[in-house]
């Protein structure tokens, strides 16, 4: 198994831009969720995904979407990118939803919003 | 509300042990676990406790949880410089869903040769 994947690894944007980040695992995981990683700072939940078809947002969803069409994909689109974007995103999964469970995380996207 | 804090940096010589420390403020029903994150890495998870536990040991590392006091620490015997990375602690409440964890905002590990 691959386990999380994310692509790209680093991105440089544009104030304005749109780009979307993408993240697939391949363990048939029903729960998957984005968090964002800022410096000094532990990890903040944007947008999570409890199955195909099914999203809900986090802590900190402004300026953000998510899609989930399929149990492998769940992309992460920003429609116009900030400065205060500027951050490395995580994609998460975990076999089931309770407390406890763990989640496996990505490798990260690091994002620069110029 | 929620809270989980931890210091930023520790310094250790190899060989020696480090203990990563981290407080909690929320409810006495919770799960509580230790994270590393390597340079341009995503989080691996280290092990964790349920806060009905004390202690839980697995090979070098140690979790010790004072309940009382909503301590938890990460004691790494023998650190290598291997273990050289970011610590991070996170609380998931009973009731909540796996994914809504509470970050720490993580402690540096450095291990001096």
């Known amino acids: 198994n691959a386990g999380v994947t994310q692509t790209p690894k680093f991105q440089v944007l544009k104030t304005g831009q749109s780009m979307t980040l993408q993240c697939a695992q391949d363990?048939?995981?029903?729960?998957m969720s984005w968090y964002r990683q800022d410096p000094g700072m532990g990890l903040r939940l944007i947008h999570y995904s409890v199955g195909a078809g099914i999203t809900d947002q986090g802590e900190v969803p402004n300026g953000y979407n998510v899609s989930r069409s399929t149990t492998e994909d769940f992309p992460l689109r920003l429609l116009s990118a900030a400065p205060s974007q500027t951050s490395v995103y995580f994609c998460?999964?975990?076999?089931?939803?309770?407390?406890?469970?763990?989640?496996?995380f990505g490798p990260g996207t690091r994002l620069l919003v110029l | 509300g929620e809270d989980v804090e931890q210091s930023l940096f520790l310094s250790v010589r190899e060989g020696d042990s480090s203990v990563i420390n981290c407080t909690y403020t929320?409810?006495?029903?919770?799960?509580l676990y230790w994270y590393k994150q390597e340079p341009g890495a995503g989080l691996q998870l280290l092990t964790y406790i349920f806060s009905n536990m004390d202690m839980k040991q697995d090979q070098r590392l140690t979790v010790l949880l004072n309940k009382k006091d909503k301590h938890l620490s990460l004691r790494i015997a023998d650190t290598q410089t291997g273990d050289s990375a970011i610590y991070f602690c996170a609380e998931n409440l009973v009731g909540d869903s796996s994914y809504k964890l509470i970050f720490g905002s993580g402690t540096r590990l450095l291990v001096r040769p």
């Open positions: 998460a999964s975990s076999h089931a939803g309770g407390a406890g469970e763990t989640q496996y």
């Open positions: 929320d409810s006495s029903s919770t799960y």
């Open positions: 363990m048939n995981h029903e729960y």
